[in-house]
């Protein structure tokens, strides 16, 4: 089992910049996919960006390409999401995720279905 918990959250303008942490316990990320989804106010969950297991590949939506970058650091069993020139559209839950089925693998996954791994989110809020 795995437990992830994240921080870096809070109540920023537009224009700013967040930096979202990710800590895993119960297991190491080492040798897998994670990622980070998002959970905007009364609509669904949606993909964010993933970081292969060594981290090689990115893979970021169109929504936040160019603004947010995601890192990890095995060393640490961390993932981060840096979020710059936040917009007020930005304002959501956001979830920390991993995958248990395909260590080592390259492929980036962008669904839900494809991680067995879920935080209890943190709260993004970005004022106009």
């Known amino acids: 089992q795995v437990q992830l918990v994240e921080s870096g959250g809070g109540l920023v303008q537009a224009g700013d910049s967040l930096r979202l942490s990710c800590v895993a316990s119960?297991?190491?990320?080492?040798?897998?996919?994670v990622g980070w989804f998002r959970q905007p106010p009364g609509q669904e969950r949606e993909f964010v960006a993933a970081i292969s297991y060594n981290a090689a590949n990115t893979v970021y939506a169109d929504s936040v390409k160019g603004r947010f970058t995601i890192s990890r650091d095995n060393a640490k069993n961390t993932v981060y999401l840096q979020m710059n020139s936040l917009k007020p559209e930005d304002t959501a839950i956001y979830y920390c995720?991993?995958?248990?089925?395909?260590?080592?693998?390259?492929?980036?996954?962008?669904?839900?279905?494809?991680?067995?791994?879920w935080g209890q989110g943190t709260q993004v809020t970005v004022s106009s």
């Open positions: 119960g297991r190491t990320f080492i040798g897998y996919l």
């Open positions: 995720v991993t995958d248990n089925r395909f260590p080592y693998s390259q492929r980036l996954r962008t669904t839900t279905g494809a991680y067995d791994y």
